[in-house]
């Protein structure tokens, strides 16, 4: 497992989440570092959002 999502993963576990959304303009460029893969953004202003939907 990669760091990143490996880290995502225990926040997740850790906060019982289970659904987040990426979206923005950078979504691609997200799931690449999930994946562990490098990327090189070179928009002075990338978008990355996250959706997490709440029920409590």
């Not at 926040?11 to 690449?32: H, P």
């Amino acid at each position: 497992m990669f760091v990143v999502s490996q880290k995502l993963s225990e926040i997740c576990v850790k906060y019982k989440i289970g659904l987040v959304y990426l979206f923005g303009s950078q979504k691609e460029n997200a799931l690449k570092l999930l994946q562990g893969e490098k990327v090189v953004i070179e928009d002075t202003l990338p978008d990355i959002k996250k959706f997490i939907p709440y029920s409590g």
